[in-house]
């Protein structure tokens, strides 16, 4: 498969992990409608590689992401779609969440307006301690975007989305755990050796299964019977895969399993 180069952030692949790292410092990597359609890009270019299993988001510098460019925002508004799939800067959030990868959040400094969105479109998200983290569309006179006013109260409460939303304010990384608004907080020079540590235990199990768990996860909005069942439809499938019988016969065998995604 050919490798697509990008201008706005790079892409390294080590083992059955991706990491993108926006390289934007001097601008705390906000987000051009350019940056944005290589994100779409990226997103599609991993999704087709087998091998790649978890996918690392970061930033360079001192901000993971500030949020879409304020002066391309003046100059070239973006004008609001009724389809959410299109390769815009609000569909990102979405983009993250149908990619078939597991994603990880590497925050190591500013996250505000959609760079939080896509902050908390991951499924897991580690925090620097030099991490700050703002909702701040209010301060544009914008309502919470990018899917930020679905996931924000959903990871901390009604109550705290609300303090966020309506306030604007910059919150240190302390108070994102707390809150329940990231996973864990490490320091600065340990963040990227925890996430790829992370990353790598959530790599080693079998793919199909990781997909399907965190497909069950996201899609739990029924009743109690209703979610029995698409656990019980999806063991069946697992149940017969290639992974699933080698996962019992390395058990059996004392040996570490040899996952294949099949």
């Known amino acids: 498969m050919a490798i697509i180069r990008y201008d706005m952030f790079k892409i390294e692949r080590t083992g059955h992990l991706a990491t993108i790292t926006l390289s934007r410092p001097e601008k705390l990597n906000s987000l051009t409608s350019r940056m944005t359609a ?3 890009a990226a997103l599609d270019e991993l999704s087709k590689e087998n091998n790649v299993r978890v996918v690392i988001l970061t930033g360079s510098g001192r901000g993971f992401c500030s ?3 304020v002066n391309e925002l003046l100059e070239k508004p973006e004008a609001p779609s009724d389809n959410i799939r299109e390769s815009s800067l609000n569909a990102l959030s979405y983009h993250i969440r149908r ?8 925050i190591n400094g500013v996250a505000a ?3 939080l969105a896509i902050a908390l479109a991951s499924d897991i998200r580690l925090a620097s301690e030099e991490a700050s983290f703002s909702c ?9 975007d990018a899917g930020s006013s679905y996931t ?5 409460g009604l109550g705290i989305a ?3 939303a309506l306030t604007g304010n910059i919150y240190d990384a302390s108070w994102a755990l707390e809150k329940g608004l990231v996973n864990r907080v490490v320091p600065a020079d340990r963040l990227m050796e925890e996430a790829m540590e992370l990353a790598n235990i959530i790599a080693s199990n079998p793919p199909l299964c ?5 497909e069950i996860l996201y899609d739990n909005d029924e009743d109690l019977f209703g979610v029995l069942e698409k656990e019980s439809a999806s063991n069946i499938i697992l149940g017969s895969s290639e992974d699933s019988i080698e996962s019992v016969n390395s058990f059996l065998e004392k040996r570490p399993p040899v996952y294949r995604g099949r």
């Open 38 to 40: 290589e994100l779409h």
């Open 67 to 69: 949020g879409a460019d």
């Open 99 to 106: 990619n078939q990868q597991p994603v990880i959040a590497a």
């Open 113 to 115: 307006g959609a760079g």
């Open 136 to 144: 701040i569309f209010i301060k544009r006179s914008f309502v919470p």
């Open 152 to 156: 924000l109260q959903r990871l901390v």
């Open 162 to 164: 609300m303090e966020m």
């Open 210 to 214: 990781v997909r399907s768990t965190r």
